[in-house]
């Protein structure tokens, strides 16, 4: 198995759409950043690319690059997800963290869920969401995702198969 680790914030700022977890949210500010903003599908990609010892989101994906100018982050995901399964490993299940003051994430969380979840190929009950307010943090204009993933070694039909063709030759 594999555990990895990712951390992002975003700057709310007017007039742009809050991307969450690959979900729009109805808000009055949205996330900056150069791609689309959404800090809980960074989060995801680097905790993905960690697990794996791969270049981080920034590395892959540099901000430089007017390639990614207002990019859909979910582009990030499938690139590190791809990563991982060449690696031999598949998702077992991730836990997220958000802190942010605003909108209230409950409302929206089983959606966010089985938007990651899709994206991730897994089942909505392997995606945890908890949000949480920045109390005393002063990061009322901030948002903030800790995400941990864990990955398991996937079983390879192929090699199964030869084992069973070489026993199969060693009994004749
Ligand atoms: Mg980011």
Redesign the pocket.
């Known amino acids: 198995m594999r555990i990895g680790y990712g951390f992002?914030s975003?700057e709310f700022r007017p007039g742009i759409a809050l991307k969450i977890g690959g979900v729009t949210l109805a808000h009055d500010k949205g996330l900056g950043?150069h791609s689309d903003?959404d800090?809980l599908l960074?989060a995801i990609t680097d905790a993905l690319l960690g697990a794996v010892a791969a270049p981080d989101?920034g590395a892959l994906f540099p901000p430089s690059d007017p390639k990614w100018k207002g990019a859909d982050s979910a582009v990030f995901l499938r690139e590190a997800l791809k990563r991982v399964h060449s690696a031999g490993y598949s998702v077992a299940n991730i836990d997220a963290s958000l802190i942010l003051a605003a909108p209230k994430i409950g409302p929206h969380a089983a959606g966010i869920r089985a938007r990651v979840a899709q994206l991730l190929g897994v089942a909505a009950d392997c995606v945890g969401l908890k949000a949480k307010t920045p109390e005393g943090l002063n990061l009322d204009n901030a948002a903030v995702a800790h995400v941990v993933v864990l990955l398991e070694k996937r079983g390879d039909s192929k090699k199964v198969g030869n084992k069973t063709k070489q026993r199969a030759k060693k009994t004749k």
């Open positions: 992002d975003h950043g903003g800090v960074h989101i």
